[in-house]
């Protein structure tokens, strides 16, 4: 068995090295970064993709949740689009398409045939310098938000836990909320500020273009340079100057919801997405929650019956972010009950470390799932523009040799780090 573990990674690891496709990238006059990722499967199909390099992050306290709301407004009216028109021009062309926020950055993508890329560039350049951001239009799409908001949050016992979670993890840094934002924001916001918003980030200087599929590097660059090259930046982009200060001690909130069960989030501040150790602090999300054969799973789930959903997992931030513990109580059940299994699985890790099986499994299942998704162009998009528009590809492509190079000593001494309980921060979900 030992013999057959080894084999199969070796043979992952010469996979990656072998299929992670090469980007060639060009930079515009005006700051637009292009990225063009070839990857040649006869599918004829193409992702366009642009990432702003604004998300929550770039918000301040008063003005929360309009990088959001600005992702709804770019499928309003621009200067030569009626409202909805976008939608109904990519889906004449067999296309699909749809847009995200994050708390880094805004991410929009249009997924077609290889021969309505120069298309999609071009309605992606009408959105970057024509949007009209009309003032009837923004009254009618915030009830919107503001009802996703209720929904998602202020409805979902789950969202509710998990958005005051980042309220008391984080005190001074944006991250102190989630990307929808507070609902008295919502109500607040003017035209003014989406407007101003959308000068300051929906800049070619703020932007990653990024097509991938069945393409050649150069057409996209010439393609890219005809439908934004002529697009002026407006002002500078302002820095973000946060950074938030190290925690003092343990927190332990108690919040009330109507809910069937109780729930609780346990949060440990972890690095951003470029430090080496997120490597180690991926390998214990998995061995901790990922599939049944998990720890949490096992012990929480299948053997004790306490709880009914589990996560626990690392954030890959722009800025430092959390490690994060998720659990939904089974009806009758304390959350405190479940917060003491949980230490206790954490506490054994770093008493007894992890064994070597399980970390062969997790190399095995993160290598074969990366192959997997390098071979669709969408993915292939997402995976490097979401490292492109954070400034940094490094992480991605050593990768690799990081998890080659993962250790069960390296898994303990990152548990050791970093499940601290004297500056963790615990929110306890109850019946109201």
Known sequence: ????????????????????????????????????????????????????KVGSRNEIMGKTGIAHMLEHMNFKSTKHLKAGEFDRIVKGFGGVNNASTSFDYTHYFIKSSSQNMGESMHLFAELMANLKLDD????????VVAEERRWRTDNSPMGYLYFRMFNNAYLYHPYHWTPIGFMNDIKTWTIEDIRKFHETYYQPNNAVLVVTGDIEPQEVFDKAQKEFGHI???????????????????????????????MLAIAFHIPNFQSADQVALSVLSEILYSGKSSRLYQELIQKKQLANQI??????NTDPGLFIFLAVCNPGVKAETVEKEIIAQIE??????????ELEKVKI???????????????????????LVRGDVEPLLHYEDRVNAMTTEKVQKAALKYFDFDHATTVILRKK
């Open 1 to 52: 068995m030992k013999k057959f573990f080894l084999l199969l990674l070796l043979t992952l690891g010469s996979l990656m090295a072998s299929h992670l496709p090469k980007y060639y990238t060009k930079t515009l006059a005006n700051g637009l970064e292009v990225v063009a990722i070839p990857l040649h499967n006869d599918s004829d199909v193409v992702s366009t993709d642009i990432f702003y």
């Open 348 to 357: 054994k890790i770093k008493k007894e470390g992890v064994n070597t099986k």
């Open 232 to 262: 002026k930046n407006h002002t500078d982009v302002p820095p973000v100057k946060f950074v938030e200060p190290e925690q003092d001690g343990p927190k332990r909130v108690t919040i009330y919801k109507e809910s069937q069960v109780e």
């Open 311 to 316: 996560y626990a997992y690392n954030m890959e």
């Open 365 to 387: 299942n993160t290598k074969a799932d990366f192959i997997y998704s390098l071979e669709s162009s969408s993915s292939v998009a997402n995976l490097f523009g979401s490292y």
């Open 136 to 143: 009837k239009e923004f009254q009618t799409e915030r009830e």
